[in-house]
C-alpha cells in the first residue's frame, strides 16, 4: 500500500493517558479540599467520577465534547452544594494542566521524529489532549480533535475533516491508534487504511471484523515499517 500521509491518535497511543487523569482528579479534588470544603466533602474523586458518568450518559448529545461534560459535573457539583459563583476558569486550569503532563512511551517522540520528518502527520483524537503544552505540535501538520469537528472516533466523518485537512484520498492515509473499535474499525470503515499500536500483544478481537492492515508492538515498530516502504 502506497501512504502519503498519515493520522495518529494521542492518548494511550503516543503515552498513558491514564496516569494523567488521575493525577488532574487530585489536583482538582485538593483546590476544592482547600477552597471549597463542603464540595469536596460532597463530592470526593469517585462521587465527582460517578458525577460525571452521569452527566455523560444524560448528554449523549456532547458524547464528542469531554470538556463541555467537565464543566457541566462542576456546574452540578457546586449548585447541588448551594453554591452559584463557581470558579470554572480556575478548575478547568487545574485540570487541563494537569492532564496535559503526560509521559511519552518511550519509543514515541523518537518515532515520531522520523515520521514526521518525512510524511504528514494529523493529530486525531476523542480527547482534550493540547500538542502546544505537552511539547510536541512541532510535528504534527493539523490537529483535528472531538470536540471541534462535533463528532467523535469511530465515525467516519471525523476521518474524512483530517482528510480533507491533508487534501488526499482516505485510501492514501494510514490512521494509526491503539482502540480496536475507535482506531481500527473506525478508520476502517471510513476507507483509510490501519495500523494497530498493540503494546501489549493482544489477538485482535475477530468479532470486530477485519484484522488492522499492520498489527504493530509500538511506534518504533510503525518508523521501521514506514521507511522499508520508502
Not at 511519552?104 to 502527520?121: H, K, T
Request: with cysteine; net charge negative.
Amino acid at each position: 500500500m502506497r501512504i502519503r500521509a498519515l493520522t495518529l491518535d494521542l492518548d494511550d497511543t503516543l503515552w498513558p493517558v491514564l496516569p494523567a487523569l488521575e493525577r488532574a482528579d487530585r489536583d482538582v479534588d485538593a483546590y476544592l479540599r482547600q477552597h471549597y470544603p463542603d464540595v469536596a466533602r460532597a463530592w470526593p474523586i469517585p462521587a465527582m467520577r460517578a458525577l460525571r458518568a452521569e452527566v455523560a450518559a444524560e448528554r449523549t448529545d456532547l458524547a464528542h465534547d469531554f470538556t463541555a461534560q467537565r464543566h457541566l459535573t462542576m456546574r452540578r457539583a457546586f449548585t447541588t452544594c448551594g453554591i452559584d459563583a463557581i470558579p470554572l476558569e480556575t478548575l478547568w486550569e487545574i485540570y487541563f494542566s494537569a492532564r496535559n503532563s503526560v509521559d511519552l512511551f518511550p519509543d514515541s517522540l523518537p518515532a515520531l521524529r522520523r515520521i514526521a520528518g518525512r510524511w504528514p502527520v494529523v493529530s486525531l483524537t476523542n480527547g482534550n489532549a493540547d500538542l502546544d503544552r505537552i511539547g510536541i505540535r512541532e510535528h504534527f501538520a493539523h490537529h483535528v480533535c472531538a470536540r471541534d469537528t462535533g463528532v467523535a472516533k469511530p465515525d467516519a466523518r471525523i476521518f474524512t475533516a483530517a482528510a480533507e485537512r491533508l487534501g488526499l484520498a482516505p485510501a492514501e492515509i494510514l490512521h494509526v491508534g491503539d482502540d480496536p473499535e475507535l482506531d481500527v474499525v473506525g478508520a476502517r470503515d471510513a476507507g483509510l487504511r490501519t495500523a494497530w499500536i498493540n503494546r501489549a500483544g493482544h489477538p485482535w478481537p475477530g468479532a470486530l471484523g477485519a484484522a488492522p492492515d499492520l498489527d504493530l508492538r509500538d511506534m518504533g515498530a510503525l518508523a521501521d515499517w514506514l521507511e522499508a516502504q520508502g
